[in-house]
């Protein structure tokens, strides 16, 4: 068990008391269970013959067998089948969970066509396509270097060096990438077999000073089946007007999602406009405002999935506590859309009616 800092042992607090209340929300357990033999392999090798597979069109078949890409000698760490990407791959297109027995393996590439059923982060199916960069990280394993973007849009860090996770998770892990780059430059510590309070293993190399973000975890990743209105996921967010502007960004006091993102694409979260109402840039860790416009969209009885939003206590969703932020807006991991983002952007006409995207919002610019 990690050790809880104090913060973190009232949140916890708090989660078991709203459980006790009878409220929706439910933290659930992000541990693996199942028989070792699916995932781990002692020898790599079973009847004379290598088990572990990676590379290209490296994934899940739909019989639940996992021999496409190429049978390798090159350790995955860990005595693992698969490296990150193959196992959270899938050689077809419709299938993103996959079930093992007891174990259910979340898929965030199909090597086949993107899935109508696309888990939450989206999927890398369109960016691993030739002249599709925009449509998602480009990330290794999975796709080359984006052919505009020689650093992450927003970023000041970590400038210098050309193959650090801030200017590009296409490259092979190295000294500039502390060994990890593509999935692990933003998953950088998994825990497979632990729960523990951080949101989807994202953190990043402060993780030890506290750099990860919380919320609570749709048992089954937003999957469209078995997802509602009232159980999804729920993102972590903050006030950052609250405090005067140019604080409260800091994923390590924050825990925000947005704060995470920040993480490589800082500037597009500080609150780099002239005060705190005149912006740059769309405004993420603010509250969305009860009047106007916005009162039309209470998302703690209507959230909709196409735009979420996250909340200063996501174990306990209020309405005077919705937050907007980035994933708003985009997906993560990729999607069918520009700039990975949730919806097509061109569609999104001023005074034609409409109520998708920015609509759901904005709801009186139609
Ligand atoms: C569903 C897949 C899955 C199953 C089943 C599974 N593991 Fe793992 N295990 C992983 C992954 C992925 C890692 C990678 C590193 C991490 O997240 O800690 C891992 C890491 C480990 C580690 C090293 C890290 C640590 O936490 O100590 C050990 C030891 C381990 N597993 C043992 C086992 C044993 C023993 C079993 C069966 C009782 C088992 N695992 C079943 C997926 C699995
Ligand atoms: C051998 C298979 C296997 C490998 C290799 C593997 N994973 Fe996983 N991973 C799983 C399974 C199974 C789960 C689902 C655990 C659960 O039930 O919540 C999972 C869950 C996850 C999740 C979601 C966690 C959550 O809270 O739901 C992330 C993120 C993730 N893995 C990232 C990685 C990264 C990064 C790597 C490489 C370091 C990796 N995985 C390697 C099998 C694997
Ligand atoms: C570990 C660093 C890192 C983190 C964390 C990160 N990004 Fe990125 N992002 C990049 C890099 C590098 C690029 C440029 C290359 C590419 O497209 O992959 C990028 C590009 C993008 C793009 C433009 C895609 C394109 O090709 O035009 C969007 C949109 C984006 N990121 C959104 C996000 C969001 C939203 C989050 C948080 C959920 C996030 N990023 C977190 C590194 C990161
Ligand atoms: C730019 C940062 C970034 C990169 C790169 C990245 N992830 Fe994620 N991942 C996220 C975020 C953020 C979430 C949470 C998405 C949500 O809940 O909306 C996530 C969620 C997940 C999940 C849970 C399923 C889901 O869609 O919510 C799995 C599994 C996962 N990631 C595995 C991977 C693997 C494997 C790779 C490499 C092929 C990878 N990730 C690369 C940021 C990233
Ligand atoms: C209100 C919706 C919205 C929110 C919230 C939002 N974005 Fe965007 N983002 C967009 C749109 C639309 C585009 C593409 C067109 C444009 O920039 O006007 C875009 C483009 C991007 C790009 C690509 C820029 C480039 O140079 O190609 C990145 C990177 C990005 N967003 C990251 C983020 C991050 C990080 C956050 C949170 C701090 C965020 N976005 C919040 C809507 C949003
Ligand atoms: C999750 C809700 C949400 C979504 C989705 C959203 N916005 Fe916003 N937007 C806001 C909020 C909240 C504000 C700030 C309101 C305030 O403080 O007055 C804002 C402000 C703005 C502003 C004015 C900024 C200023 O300086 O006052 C513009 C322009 C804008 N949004 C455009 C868009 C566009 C275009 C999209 C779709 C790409 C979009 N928004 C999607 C919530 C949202």
New binding site residues.
């Given amino acids: 068990m990690r050790k809880l800092s104090l913060p973190q042992r009232g949140f916890l607090l708090f989660s078991a008391v709203t459980l006790a209340v009878g409220l929706s929300t439910v933290r659930t357990s992000a541990k693996v269970s199942g028989v070792c033999g699916n995932c781990h392999t002692m020898h790599n090798s079973q009847d004379g013959a290598a088990i572990m597979h990676s590379g290209d069109g490296a994934g899940w078949a739909a019989d639940g067998t996992f021999t496409s890409g190429t049978a390798t000698d090159t350790p995955a760490g860990y005595l693992l089948i698969a490296n990150c990407v193959g196992c959270h791959s899938s050689t077809t297109a419709d299938q993103t969970i996959i079930q093992l027995g007891e174990n259910r393996i979340p898929i965030v590439f199909n090597t086949a066509g993107y899935p109508a059923d696309a888990l939450a982060g989206g999927n890398f199916y369109q960016?691993a396509q030739a002249d599709y960069?925009?449509?998602?990280?480009?990330?290794y394993g999975i796709s080359e270097?984006?052919s505009?973007?020689s650093?992450?849009?927003g970023?000041t860090r970590c400038s210098g060096i050309a193959s650090s996770?801030?200017?590009?998770?296409?490259v092979a892990p190295s000294g500039h990438n502390y060994d990890r780059g593509g999935c692990q430059?933003?998953h950088f510590f998994v825990f497979h077999h632990q729960d523990n309070d951080e949101y989807r293993f994202l953190n990043?190399h402060d993780e030890p000073q506290g750099a990860y973000v919380q919320g609570v975890e749709h048992a089954s990743w937003e999957h469209p089946d078995e997802t509602t209105a009232t159980d999804h996921n729920f993102y972590k967010g903050v006030d950052k007007l609250a405090d005067g502007g140019h604080d409260g960004v800091d994923l390590r006091t924050t825990h925000s999602?947005?704060s995470?993102?920040g993480?490589?694409?800082n500037a597009f979260h500080n609150n780099d406009g002239t005060g705190t109402d005149v912006w740059l840039r769309h405004p993420t860790d603010i509250a969305l405002p009860e009047e106007g416009e916005y009162a039309a969209y209470n998302p703690v009885t209507g959230y909709e999935i196409q735009s979420p939003v996250a909340w200063i206590n996501p174990a306990a969703a209020q309405r005077d506590e919705a937050i907007v932020m980035?994933?708003s807006c985009?997906?993560?991991h990729g999607s069918q859309h520009?700039?990975?983002?949730r919806w097509d952007y061109s569609g999104m006409i001023a005074d034609e009616p409409n109520d998708d995207g920015c609509f759901v919002c904005h709801t009186t610019k139609d």
């Fill in positions: 960016v960069d925009g449509y998602g990280h480009n990330v270097i984006d505009k973007l650093a992450a849009p970023n996770c801030h200017n590009t998770l296409a430059g933003c990043s999602i947005s995470y993102c993480g490589c694409h980035c994933l985009h997906r993560v520009p700039d990975i983002l």
